[in-house]
């Protein structure tokens, strides 16, 4: 279990690029505030979006914590919104995950400390 949170440790570091997507099951269950699905290449695809979408996106990891079969990470996304005025935005949040016994994630859910309008107002404060 030592091994997946040193990677886990390591994706947060390099997020979005060089993610280690063979920890996660072809199935995995991911949920967000803003979407909810199952697979691997979703989710893949999902952290691409972020690269390609967002400017300088960054995944700070506050605390990690492992029992038993769960981890919890507590964490800040932030990144720069491409408008003009070009906005920072800044998400508090942890991520419950659920590993199994062949050592893959299963589960991956995150959670914000606000709401998506608090989000959406980020970008249009000064």
């Known amino acids: ?3 997946i949170l040193n990677t ?10 060089n993610q280690h997507y063979d920890i996660y099951d072809d199935q995995v269950y991911f949920k967000d505030p ?3 699905f199952r697979g691997c290449d979703r989710y893949r695809s999902m952290i691409g979006l972020i690269d390609r979408w967002f400017k300088h ?3 700070d990891l506050h605390q990690i914590q492992r029992n038993g079969n ?4 507590d964490w800040t996304l932030s990144w720069t919104t491409p408008l003009p005025w070009k906005p920072h ?5 942890w991520s419950d995950l659920v590993v199994n016994e062949n050592k893959k994630i299963v589960s991956h859910i995150d959670y914000w400390h606000c709401s ?3 989000v959406l107002k980020q970008h249009f404060q000064s």
């Open 70 to 73: 769960h981890i919890r990470t």
């Open 116 to 118: 998506r309008f608090d």
């Open 8 to 17: 886990i440790k390591a994706d947060y570091q390099q997020f979005p690029k």
């Open 89 to 93: 935005i800044a998400i508090d949040g």
């Open 57 to 59: 996106p960054q995944l």
């Open 34 to 36: 803003l979407n909810e």
């Open 1 to 3: 279990m030592d091994d």
